[in-house]
């Protein structure tokens, strides 16, 4: 096909040219001395999207479940007590991780379309009198529902129940994207990837360590080997890796973190949150409804929408891809056949997400949905209109 689209999954997400240039090199030596000035920069730098000064950061060549199997097996010891919400497919899954190490996992069931319970978190946390719990985990940005989740509520809770617990934050889909404050939050472990707010190639888990959770990593129990956190810190303080790095990933990133400086990572935040409500302008024109439960829990990488009564998402995603060559999310787990995801994180403009709303309206018209042709676009385009204007102005 002559032309190309841009993808609408939540990640991996649409890659820049300038990025793709930028991971198209030749096999370097990573051995050689001059390693330290690709690497020793870039995890300076990374510090400064996860807004951190004490900590730092480790990256392995993995996806982000690398990450979270990483945070996991650094820090705890098999039968410690963990405190984690489920409210979607990637909490969910990050639950799952940890039972089969053995973790003794404490479960608050939300219903999905809710974000972290912090009170529940809060009442859990003062009621363990003897500090059982190590570690409370929390999904900031749940990408099967479009929930972003308020870490700074959950850190506010450990600290009125004086509770030591650790805090892991999984910022896969919002790092880069939306703000997160690891330093201001009090996160032990944040655990994101490079496929996301990143907009490079899936290949690197990116964890945020305290050093609080440093310091963990030197009794904790769990067997790791390729995750180890002390070897990987050891080797990067020397200016090295303890095995071979994803050097084309690296090159791609010091062009992504200048990619996102240049722009300025408020004004990235802002882009985000710009087209992001565009594309819910579009979804109350359609008259559907989000899976989000209420406005402030709305993320602005990803939006999850139910279809109405009576349709099948998957056959509208399916028909999406068969017939206009687009790919959107499908819904996963509870919300399979449901409902449907627009991802609008990365690398993405209004034309952009336009064509995307655009798309979605016409395989909604092919399928017999009670949309009006055109209302979705016409309501975002208002959108994009009036605040490109003021986005323009403050750049
Ligand atoms: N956590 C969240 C919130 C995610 O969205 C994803 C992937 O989409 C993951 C974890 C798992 O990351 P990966 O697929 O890179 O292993």
């Not at 929408?305 to 009576?310: A, E, F, K, L, N």
């Not at 449901?338 to 993405?348: M, N, P, Q, V, Y």
Request: hydrophobic letters at 40%; glycine letters at 10%.
């Amino acid at each position: 096909m002559t032309g190309q689209n841009p993808v609408f999954i939540p990640g991996p997400t649409n890659i820049p040219d300038r990025l793709r240039y930028a991971m198209s090199i030749q096999t370097m030596d990573h051995r050689a001395p001059d390693f330290i000035e690709l690497l020793s920069p870039l995890l300076d730098d990374l510090k400064k999207v996860f807004k951190t000064k004490t900590g730092r950061v480790i990256t392995f060549p993995a996806s982000g479940t690398g990450g979270w199997e990483a945070a996991i097996t650094n820090t705890l010891s098999p039968g410690d007590k963990v405190l984690v919400a489920r409210f979607g497919m990637f909490s969910h899954r990050w639950i799952d991780l940890c039972q089969r190490h053995n973790l003794d996992v404490e479960i608050i069931e939300c219903a999905w379309g809710d974000g972290a319970p912090a009170d529940l978190y809060g009442a859990r946390l003062a009621a363990d009198t003897n500090h059982e719990i190590k570690a409370v985990l929390v999904t900031h940005n749940e990408t099967a529902t479009g929930v972003r989740s308020d870490i700074a509520a959950v850190r506010r809770a450990m600290d009125a129940a004086g509770h030591p617990a650790m805090l892991y934050v999984d910022c896969v889909s919002s790092l880069a994207s939306m703000d997160f404050r690891m330093d201001d939050w009090g996160v032990d472990l944040a655990v994101s990837g490079s496929q996301k707010g990143f907009m490079l190639a899936t290949g690197m888990a990116i964890v945020g360590v305290s050093e609080k959770a440093m310091e963990a990593a030197k009794s904790a129990k769990c067997p790791r080997t390729f995750f180890d956190f002390n070897d990987m810190a050891g080797a990067n303080d020397k200016g090295g890796f303890p095995y071979t790095p994803p050097l084309q990933i690296m090159y791609g990133l010091r062009a992504s973190l200048d990619m996102i400086f240049e722009e300025g990572l408020d004004n990235v935040f802002a882009r985000h949150a710009r087209i992001a409500e565009g594309v819910r302008e579009a979804v109350r024109a359609w008259g559907l409804k989000l899976c989000a439960h209420r406005p402030e829990l709305y993320s602005d990488t990803v939006s999850a929408i139910y279809v109405p009564d009576g349709f099948n998402s998957d056959e509208l995603t399916n028909h999406i891809f068969d017939h206009y060559g687009v790919s959107f999310g499908v819904g996963l787990g509870e919300m399979a056949g449901k409902a449907f995801r627009i991802g609008h994180l990365g690398s993405l403009t209004d034309v952009m997400a336009l064509s995307g709303i655009a798309t979605v309206e016409m395989a909604m018209a092919d399928l017999g949905y009670p949309v009006e042709l055109g209302s979705g676009t016409r309501a975002a385009q208002e959108y994009y209109r009036q605040t490109t204007k003021t986005a323009l102005k403050t750049a």
